[in-house]
């Protein structure tokens, strides 16, 4: 499967744990994007990388931290898991690092996190 | 800042009514629109873009500038259209990603 791939598909933890998220891109794309996403407040844009560099930030709490590897995967680090962390976490990819013209995001499966 | 307004959380039409999914941005400058929908147990995906013009599976968008609109459009709503919908604005520049509205959830019915 060369599309976005996310893992683990589930996970259920505790309050004041840590996480960790896994996401490989499509075959080709340089950008990773994490998102949020809750009943309440639809997808919320959390962080983007391109080739291993931070290029946009956007709703991310302190809490939580991502990063980019060199081959291109990217992991999302939650720490200190409160209730309110329970969310499906998508990640997206992308060619270039601007979404515009025929630039377009193709999403993974995503991963749902359940804090108890 | 960008913000992409969605003011229906839910729309319920019949098979064969004309659909209309409201969607309002704010951006000072000349956004890309984008709208895409997520079906039942499946990936999120593009279902169309206003640069395109184009028609998927009946659907359609025009980007109202004036209004700051970007309203998805389809003249016979069919049962496997029902899905959740979502706006999207990119600003198309360095340091800023693709932000979605809230989404609204399609159900058609027979």
């Known amino acids: 499967d060369s599309g976005v791939t996310q893992t683990p598909k589930h996970l259920i933890t505790a309050t004041g744990q840590r996480v960790t998220l896994r996401c490989s891109p499509r075959s080709g794309d340089l950008s990773v994007y994490w998102y949020q996403q809750s009943l309440d407040q639809g997808l919320q844009f959390l962080i983007q990388?391109?080739?291993?560099?931070?290029?946009a930030k956007g709703n991310i709490l302190e809490r939580f931290s991502a990063q980019q590897f060199p081959d291109l995967h990217s992991e999302l680090n939650l720490s200190s898991l409160e209730l309110g962390d329970s969310a499906l976490y998508f990640c997206?990819?992308?060619?270039?690092?601007?979404?515009?013209?025929?630039?377009?995001?193709?999403f993974g499966a995503g991963s749902r996190l359940t804090v108890l | 800042a960008q913000r992409v307004t969605q003011p229906e959380k839910l729309l319920s039409v019949f098979k064969g009514a004309p659909v209309e999914l409201k969607c309002n941005y704010s951006y000072s400058g000349s956004p890309e629109l984008f709208w895409y929908v997520q079906y039942s147990r499946q990936r999120l995906q593009l279902l169309l873009r206003h640069i395109s013009r184009e028609s998927i599976k009946g659907f359609t968008a025009d980007l109202n500038k004036g209004e700051t609109s970007f309203h998805l459009k389809k003249p016979f709503a069919q049962e496997e259209d029902s899905a959740m919908y979502y706006c999207a604005l990119s600003a198309n520049q360095a340091g800023t990603a693709l932000i979605f509205g809230k989404g609204t959830t399609l159900s058609v019915s027979s």
């Open positions: 990388y391109y080739n291993g560099e931070e290029r």
């Open positions: 997206a990819s992308s060619r270039t690092g601007e979404v515009a013209g025929a630039n377009v995001l193709t």
